[in-house]
């Protein structure tokens, strides 16, 4: 797990394309998970931030896209949803053109962050917007950015099906106990 952690902040620090062909199925899959357990942990850290920032009234949660989503769906069309169409989508979206870019060797640092960034952004709209929710708007999407950073390391290392199962593990990961034991 370790090398893992020292692979993606050594690719952070450089995000460069590099596509890992000769890497095992195997070796694939646990990269897969590895990732998805450093994501769990960055991405509930930060999300922390959400509930501190709500205790001071600074913003409602109450009011987040999910709440909505609960309350309308059934748990087999949350779990549709959230777990295969959005991942599959937002991977094609977001991470599948970014290997369009090799050729820009000079650019493609910045063109990878802003992938990343711009991933994050499109989830303020999880968010009913107020002034508060704009100010705040680099805090609460972090996990997000955070998190499309590391779908995009898998991208462009061990391919795009590999972005897919993390985003797809990942969304499920933290649904499913929600749909299983309890409320949001």
């Not at 952690?5 to 897969?32: A, H, M, R, T, Y």
């Not at 509930?51 to 309308?72: G, R, V």
């Not at 960034?117 to 009913?128: A, D, K, M, P, R």
Request: charged fraction near 15%.
């Amino acid at each position: 797990m370790t090398d893992t952690v020292k692979d993606i902040l050594q690719f952070l620090k450089k995000p460069e394309c590099g596509f890992k062909e000769n890497i095992s199925i195997n070796k694939k899959l646990f990269l897969v998970f590895h990732s998805l357990i450093i994501s769990v942990i960055i991405c509930v850290s930060l999300a922390s931030l959400h509930f501190i920032l709500e205790y001071f009234n600074l913003i409602d949660m109450s009011k987040h896209a999910t709440i909505d989503l609960f309350e309308k769906y059934s748990k087999i069309i949350i779990l549709l949803l959230v777990s295969i169409i959005a991942p599959v989508f937002e991977e094609l979206i977001f991470r599948a053109p970014i290997t369009l870019f090799c050729n820009y060797r000079k650019h493609f640092k910045l063109i990878f962050y802003g992938f990343a960034i711009l991933f994050g952004y499109v989830h303020i709209t999880n968010f009913e917007f107020t002034t508060n929710i704009i100010l705040l708007s680099p805090i609460l999407v972090l996990p997000q950015i955070m998190l499309g950073l590391i779908l995009g390391f898998l991208r462009v290392k061990i391919g795009l099906i590999y972005a897919i199962l993390l985003h797809a593990l990942y969304n499920g990961m933290l649904t499913l106990p929600v749909l299983l034991f309890g409320e949001l």
